[in-house]
């Protein structure tokens, strides 16, 4: 099978991309080739695969020369982050909206001139849920939760959700969404998010380095590894449709855990020096944002294609330590530790 | 103040323009001029009066020239149908969402060249609503109730309903969303909606014609008259963004009916000669569509908004007669009941 990658030079895109190349197979057909497009190029062993095809550049700008190819499945991951999208209008509609639509249209103009139908997964995110100020959100999001986004990010992929609905509806692709939850430990640096912290807080300590905390230690968050939602999106792939049992979109599997639960966790697991290199400093935006957000999330049907969120978040933090043992970076990454 | 009125040469338009022109003044200010944008021409009593200007042609056409111009208040009505968007995917994507995403754009921009924000108010559908195979519709859909529609028509106006509450919200607009409910007796032709028959088994025997009913008799269905969408409209337009208390979306009062009672009450109104044009003949194709739509909704926030659903659907009959023997053509729309 042939499979297209959005956002396949990302940390989740590419993580997904290893995962599936190791694998070799996914919903039973042999991983033939497999195209990666995103504004950077991914790593040197990705692109060492000869199975990988990069190709660099705005997807928007790509979609046109799409509508030739024919793709067995397509992971969506191709994304302006929530920061972005509130501070450059147009960039998070042209990234998050206008490319979306571009690419249902090129795989639909495809499967019109003969191709097959594609599935697609689309990386859809808990911030479709508000709340809005005149319906205060449920302490658990659902499934079925209304959603009422208070931010372009979280507007933007609640309509690409819908898209995807719609296209599915009329059989030009077999498509399906899942929101994904905040993914912590992501390594490397900061992005533009808001939810930035919540990797923050347990990276840059265990790297050696001072990590501030911008909101109150009882704060509660849904939250996922990035290996428990690569999980998600390949099961999300591989469900047929009846599982779904009607509507494409799901909540991923969530563990909603409180920041101070978080350094407990980190603490336990790295020691009380770690997380010393924790400090408090409320910054009110920050704290204001993440006060509209959900505090936990709930995930009937996720459960019910067999997924399951991380035991605790202390396993969290112990797997992001062992990705960093098994990666060349490790003296950095793990710095704090190792002092 | 100079409005805007997409669609202003529909049915449903040229009834809010002239109501507003016969008003003189919207929200406490004079409606100086009034812009009507639509594929066809208003009638000539509109464009007789000196504040309507006339612009025919598609609406996507005539965004870029809106950039340039400010408007203190839109009426977004202009649309392709359900039936019409069912059978031509393309054509509903351009008529109503690309559409409407060049109307908030030239909007935003005009703002952004230091206009004013202008009010919209934007006629979204009760066919936002499923039913989604897996979640059954409550018995009436509410204001809140989850919107997981199932034609490309309901898609395209929910998104619509997402982009004006997050324009809204980034302060490019004061929007808000109206969903109508199936407007009858709408006057003239049947038109390529699955909903069509709801007037034309009252409009076809006042007229002296033959009327096929495709459904049965129990099917109950949320409907409202013209007038009473039209002062939904307006009173939409007049709200404070506080009378919202939150979510932009609403749904419009309905009088949730049977069928039977529809022909009951035509039958009362004007006799049983009339009602006997009406012939049952089932189409499995519309019976399957309406089976999916809501058998009623109710309108807690336009309650909040004094707003009030017709008493009876006699009342809605009278009123069409009424409003045919105050036209010219009574002679032939009220045919059937002259005879």
């Known amino acids: 099978m042939k499979l297209l990658i959005t956002g396949g030079g990302g940390f989740l895109g590419s993580r997904l991309a290893s995962t599936l190349l190791a694998r070799g197979q996914l919903a039973g057909q042999k991983i033939r080739s497999m195209v990666l497009a995103d504004q950077v190029a991914a790593g040197p062993k990705l692109l060492a695969d ?51 639509r571009a690419l249902l249209d090129a795989l639909r103009l495809n499967v019109a001139g003969g191709g097959a139908v594609p599935r697609l997964v689309f990386s859809s995110s808990v911030a479709v849920f508000g709340p809005d100020p005149g319906v205060p959100l449920p302490r658990l999001v659902a499934d079925d939760t209304l959603p009422a986004p208070q931010t372009s990010y979280g507007t933007q992929k609640l309509i690409c959700e819908h898209l995807i609905s719609d296209y ?42 001072e990590a501030i905390l911008p909101v109150d230690a009882d704060v509660s ?11 998600g999106l390949i099961r999300v792939f591989e469900a047929s449709r009846a599982e779904f049992g009607g509507r494409l979109a799901l909540n991923l599997p969530a563990l909603n855990v409180r920041v101070g639960d978080m350094l407990e966790a980190l603490e336990a697991v790295a020691g009380k020096r770690v997380r010393e290199r924790v400090r408090h400093v409320r910054d009110e935006r920050i704290a204001g944002i993440v006060a509209n957000w959900p505090t936990g999330a709930s995930f009937a049907r996720a459960t019910r294609l067999g997924l399951k969120p ?30």
């Open 50 to 100: 000869a199975r990988v095809q990069m190709r660099t550049g705005p997807l928007l700008a790509q979609c046109a020369a799409l509508r030739e190819e024919a793709f067995d499945g397509v992971f969506h991951l191709a994304s302006a982050v929530s920061g972005e999208c509130e501070a450059d209008f147009e960039l998070g509609l042209r990234s998050n909206l206008d490319s979306t």
């Open 310 to 339: 991380a035991a605790s978040f202390a396993h969290i933090v112990r797997q992001y330590i062992e990705d960093c043992r098994n990666s060349p970076d490790a003296e950095t990454t793990l710095k704090g530790m190792l002092q």
């Open 168 to 209: 599915t509806r009329k059989g030009y692709i077999d498509g399906r969404s899942a929101r994904l939850m905040t993914v912590t430990v992501r390594p490397g640096r900061p992005n533009g998010a808001a939810s930035s912290f919540f990797s923050g807080i347990i990276r840059e300590p265990l790297a050696g380095v």
């Open 221 to 231: 968050h849904p939250v996922s590894s990035p290996a428990l939602t690569i999980e």
